[in-house]
């Protein structure tokens, strides 16, 4: 039949052939690329961190794939191979803003003499909360930078005590849902016209000046400012009755941390800061041997600056306003005076309720006066005595020592520091000179390019949020030589170098010569904040220092207190250090997974990348009955 010959031609038939052998083709293809497509998700280090995305709901899983940014509503309380997983509750909302070692309450059971109940005074291990900090209802992530420096959001740290107590001074307003910083203060005519006059005294343009400390900050308006010339400011101030002054300036993306000249050194090493900075910081200065100026003198470089203003500066114009008496007020700076002459520093300026004095660039002169004088206080302390200790370290009435140099001209330490933003990568005296033996020229060249190249790992591999401006406020725990803080220099963020006491070389003092800022802290307690300050924490190797010492559960709590909501995570480490960290965290309301290290899989050594969901607590009648009591008690105890 012709239908039949036309069916079975040979045409025909080598047609359907060449259209299964394309379809063949086409489905090898297909399933080729989809295994690659799986085989490439598959792989860790693979995936990146977003940003658009909302972490709401409840706890998210935590797995060693990619990150989950959806919403989950349960937790599995056990993993595959049948490991239970301990499932961390929320705290009572009494405890939001919970400081572990700065307790109200705690601080109650040490003396007062010389305000010592309120430096730091940490829980014991059958003390420590095995609970997960909240946040306040309606929680919202921080304006960015630099609008932050201006606003917060009042949800955020709702208090208003302040935008009463220091209305006159301009401190914080209170603007609905937001509270407003219009940078006044203690200054008259506000902080940008105090800082411009101070310019007019020293060089605060031309990068000379690049660290600084501020006593007794307030609200950190001082520090706020500064950042705008390129001055980095560590400003501090205790948890007193002036409620969440610090958790404000955390909030507004400015470095800042709990502390308090009483009878510990400052937690920073010696010849640290360009300048400090006291404006009404009511720090009795002329009191006690002098002693808190002396830990002035400790910390500032050769060639520092010390600023005070307010009382008791130029007493005789100013006086009826100070409502103090002319003797009282006389007495004091006479004193002043005198303690900087002992201490060898010069009076550079006097201008209006301000004054200058300058710290000498070695102690060639001073030394020479301690020995015409042996009587003459205070003494310079023993060279044996190490000047960068400051771990709970008691505060000396001697002066530290400047290291030996050869003439009156020559700088002690090592030499100069290069102006900013050359002090970044110039090596910095302390290496140069000699002082850590482990640490040479080349050593610190490499480190320095290891971390830009790891940096750049983490934003094009791991949280590509990091180089757009996401977060602000970035905690290092193990900051080495500072190499990932001066990675991400040109970002709008500030890096806390932590330096653990246990770390096998003190480098703090070279963090701070390349103009960074940090702090000594020991990771089996509490650091000196509130909860919810900081955006991102890098961990080096911080797990696998303290687990002999403390235990992990611990320190991984501790990062969540002082983590935001949607705040990340990244813990560099040991494998099967890791791999314990992500079974903790599984309870905790993260997001994990485990990535390769930077030099590929086969790296012994991997890298943890986290996200803190967003949940907030609720409050309850016993909760609010309990913060109040608590607020009660120390309104009635408060000095």
């Known amino acids: 039949m012709p239908g039949k010959d036309k069916l079975g031609s040979t045409k025909v038939q080598n047609i359907d052939s060449t259209r299964q052998k394309r379809v063949t083709w086409l489905l090898v293809v297909a399933g080729l690329c989809c295994a ?3 085989l490439g998700s598959w792989k860790p280090g693979a995936s990146s961190l977003g940003s658009s995305q909302s972490l709401s709901g409840a706890a998210v899983a935590c797995t060693n794939g990619t990150l989950d940014f959806g919403a989950h509503h349960g937790l599995a309380s056990s993993l595959k191979d049948g490991t239970q997983v301990k499932q961390f509750k929320p705290c009572d ?23 010592y109940y309120r430096e730091r005074h940490c829980p014991e291990k059958k003390e420590l909360l095995q609970c997960l900090i909240p946040a306040p209802p309606g929680y919202k992530n921080p304006f960015k930078w630099p609008i932050s420096r201006d606003f ?23 603007q609905g849902e937001k509270l407003y910083f219009p940078g006044g203060g203690t200054y008259p005519g506000g902080a940008d016209k105090y800082i411009e006059d101070i310019a007019a005294l020293i060089p605060l ?8 400390i501020d006593t007794g900050c307030g609200v950190a ?16 101030a205790p948890r007193d009755t002036h409620v969440s002054q610090i958790q404000f300036a955390l909030e507004r993306g400015v470095p800042a941390i709990l502390g308090i000249m009483a009878v510990n050194r400052l937690p920073y090493p010696a010849r640290a800061f360009d300048m400090a900075h006291c404006s009404r910081c009511l720090i009795p200065w002329n009191k006690l041997d002098n002693v808190y100026l002396i830990e002035v003198d400790r910390v500032l470089r050769p060639g520092g ?25 006389k007495a004091e700076q006479d004193s002043i005076e005198d303690a900087a002459i002992r201490l060898c520093w010069k009076k550079i300026a006097e201008q209006g309720n301000l004054a200058i004095w300058q710290k000498p660039l070695n102690h060639i002169e001073c030394n020479e006066i301690h020995k015409q004088n042996t009587k003459s206080r205070p003494r310079i302390c023993s060279k044996n005595e190490n000047p960068d200790s400051a771990w709970y370290r008691k505060m000396e009435t001697c002066i530290t020592p400047l290291p030996d140099v050869k003439d009156n001209t020559e700088i002690a330490g090592g030499g100069p520091l290069a102006k900013w933003p050359a002090r970044l990568t110039a090596t910095p005296p302390r290496i140069l000179s000699g002082s850590l033996s482990k640490i040479t020229f080349e050593s610190f060249a490499k480190d320095t390019e290891l971390w830009v190249k790891r940096v750049t790992y983490y934003k094009t591999h ?5 180089g757009h401006g996401r977060y602000r406020n970035i905690m290092d725990m193990n900051a080495g030589l500072g190499g990932f803080a001066a990675a991400l220099v040109k970002e709008p963020v500030w890096v806390m170098n932590a330096m653990p006491p246990e770390a096998k070389d003190n480098t703090l ?5 390349r103009g960074l800022i940090g702090t000594y802290q020991d990771w089996c307690e509490a650091f000196s904040t509130y909860p919810r300050t900081y955006d991102l924490i890098h961990a080096n190797g911080v797990l696998s220092m303290y687990q002999d010492r403390c235990e992990i559960v611990d320190i991984l709590l501790e990062m969540d207190r002082i983590l935001r909501p949607e705040g990340a995570v990244l813990m560099r480490d040991e494998v099967d250090v890791l791999n314990k960290a992500m079974t903790i965290t599984q309870g905790m309301r993260w997001e994990c997974r485990l990535a390769d290290h930077e030099d590929g899989p086969f790296n012994l050594e991997k890298i943890l990348v986290c996200v803190k969901t967003y949940w907030v607590g609720e409050y309850t009648a016993a909760s609010s009955d309990s913060a109040k009591s608590d607020t009660t008690e120390k309104e009635e105890t408060a000095e």
């Open 93 to 115: 909302m009494k405890y939001s803003e919970y400081t572990p070692c700065e307790d109200p309450i705690r601080s109650l059971k040490f003396p007062r003499e010389r305000l």
């Open 305 to 329: 600056y010390w600023i005070l203003s307010g009382p008791p500066i130029n007493w005789k114009k100013y006086y009826r306003g100070w409502e103090r008496t002319e003797e009282d007020l």
């Open 509 to 513: 003092g070279v963090i701070y010569e």
């Open 462 to 466: 791991l949280i590509l949020p990091l």
């Open 152 to 174: 917060a959001w009042y949800a955020n740290t709702p208090h208003k005590e302040l935008t009463v107590e220091k209305a006159i001074q301009k401190w914080v307003q209170f």
């Open 221 to 236: 308006s001082w520090g706020a400012y500064l950042l705008k010339k390129n001055v980095l400011t560590m400003s501090f």
């Open 205 to 212: 343009n031309d990068g000379s000046i690049r660290t600084a």
């Open 36 to 38: 690659s497509y799986i």
